[in-house]
């Protein structure tokens, strides 16, 4: 927006008669005194003829089951939502694998949005069951593009699993550690909300809670919060 300076040159006569004097050219004294007065116009701002970017809103965590909406809109220059002229398709994608949906129960895959001539936003949903942080992109043709960083997490843990240890072992040796995690249904890693126990079982073997295999059990408790624990082994025979 162009703002010029404009001076204006004004002419104060001021004319002083002199005290008495008679109205004859040689009486009449003429005096002028010249100013000058600067005065400043703006040019009134025109408006943008278009929107310049891509603006994104909507959460930036998730659960591994949530079906999560995204509202993408365009703005002018000054960030202000404002209407496509015509049709403007958005490109949707994501720097580590996850799918955008048309729909909000996630069903109907999509990799655009399109915003209709004369709006100014629409709707696009994301899903993905895998935990991990990600960045969401949203761009179109002539339009600076948004972004949004998302994260995904984890359900309540449902799942066991044995995850490391020894697959065979030596008659009266303890053997161990032996990690159990828990997983959510999405098998992600997940933590337990409260005290887990599970019953531990096999062969003619007994279960212990230290490296010594002295402090022997028959379940393994994982605490509230933690989504691991350990045990050892010991068997008498060869199973």
Do not use: H
């Not at 399109?114 to 990600?134: E, H, P, Q, R, W």
């Amino acid at each position: 927006m162009a703002e010029k300076n404009l001076r204006l040159r004004v002419l104060l006569a001021v004319f002083i008669l002199g005290a008495g004097a008679a109205c004859s050219d040689s009486d009449e004294e003429d005096t002028s005194t010249t100013a000058e007065v600067a005065v400043a116009a703006t040019a009134a701002p025109s408006p943008d003829p278009s929107p310049s970017a891509l603006a994104v809103t909507g959460p930036t965590t998730a659960r591994s089951t949530d079906c999560s909406a995204f509202v993408v809109s365009t703005t002018s220059s000054a960030a202000a939502v404002m209407s496509v002229l015509t049709a403007t398709t958005v490109s949707v994608t994501t720097s580590i694998a996850g799918g955008f949906y048309i729909d909000s129960s996630c069903a109907t895959a999509t990799t655009a949005v399109t915003l209709g001539a004369d709006t100014s936003s629409n709707s696009v949903y994301f899903k993905d069951a895998t935990a991990k942080a990600l960045t969401l992109t949203f761009s179109a043709s002539g339009l600076t593009s948004a972004t949004k960083a998302f994260t995904v997490t984890a359900t309540d843990a449902s799942l066991y699993a044995v995850t490391s240890g020894a697959t065979s072992v030596t008659t009266g040796i303890c053997a161990g550690p032996y990690t159990i995690k828990t997983y959510d249904a999405s098998s992600n890693l997940a933590s337990v909300a409260t005290e887990k126990a599970t019953a531990l079982a096999a062969g003619s073997g007994v279960f212990f809670l230290d490296s010594v295999c002295m402090n022997s059990t028959a379940t393994l408790t994982i605490a509230g919060g933690a989504s691991s624990g350990a045990f050892y082994y010991r068997t008498p025979t060869i199973a």
